[in-house]
Every structure is written in structure tokens, then in C-alpha cells.
């Protein structure tokens, strides 16, 4: 059974930065490409990066490219989403990706 939990957001003041942790069990971490997606109030959930089963590939939305990142560590199981540079517009819940399966999501909120 595929298992998604993220953690690490929070209330953050624009042009602050939070890394955030998906931890993944039930399935082979290391052959699967993970992804994170936001939702913000009132609008449709938009992937936010992609990262390939080796990070050789990553690819991120329009709207984050050069401020956040995206990595992986096989060995813990666990994919992170760095991001910099945050706007009150970054404000959404944050969702982990994989396997047709759903994290939970941990809230991110951009304000002073």
C-alpha cells in the first residue's frame, strides 16, 4: 500500500524559505518517479516538480522555476521540495505524488 506523508510547512513572511519532506513506503522508493503538486483556495491542483527515479531529470511549473528545487535521497525514502523566494501567491497546500497515490498535504503559508 503506497504511503505518502509530507511535512515541513508552516507560516513563512515573503521572500522566506521552507523545505519540505515527503516520506514514501510501501513500494520500491528507487524505481518511481515522484512528483509535488499545490492547491491553492478556489483553484485547480498544479504540478509545482517532477523528479526522475535517478534525479537525472527534473522539471518544475512556470511559476517556481529558479526558486524552488526539487530532490530525492533512495536511501531514505524521501523527497524534498526546497523552495526560495516565497510569495504570498506560493500560499497552498502542498501535496507528494506517486503511484496515483496522494499524500495528505501540509499547508504553506506566504504572509506577514
Known amino acids: 500500500q503506497v504511503q505518502l506523508v509530507e511535512s515541513g510547512g508552516g507560516l513563512v513572511p515573503p521572500g522566506g524559505s521552507l523545505r519540505l519532506s515527503c516520506a514514501a513506503s510501501?513500494?520500491?522508493?528507487?524505481?518511481?518517479?515522484m512528483s509535488w503538486f499545490r492547491q491553492a483556495p478556489g483553484k485547480e491542483r498544479e504540478l509545482v516538480a517532477i523528479?526522475?527515479?535517478?534525479?537525472?531529470?527534473?522539471n518544475y511549473g512556470d511559476s517556481v522555476k529558479g526558486r524552488f528545487t526539487i530532490s530525492r535521497d533512495n536511501a531514505k525514502n524521501t523527497v524534498y521540495l526546497q523552495m526560495t523566494s516565497l510569495k504570498p501567491q506560493d500560499t497552498a497546500v502542498y501535496y507528494c505524488?506517486?503511484?496515483?497515490?496522494w499524500g495528505h498535504g501540509t499547508q504553506v503559508t506566504v504572509s506577514s
Open positions: 505524488y506517486a503511484l496515483e497515490s
Open positions: 510501501g513500494f520500491t522508493f528507487s524505481n518511481v518517479s
Open positions: 523528479i526522475s527515479k535517478t534525479s537525472a531529470f527534473r
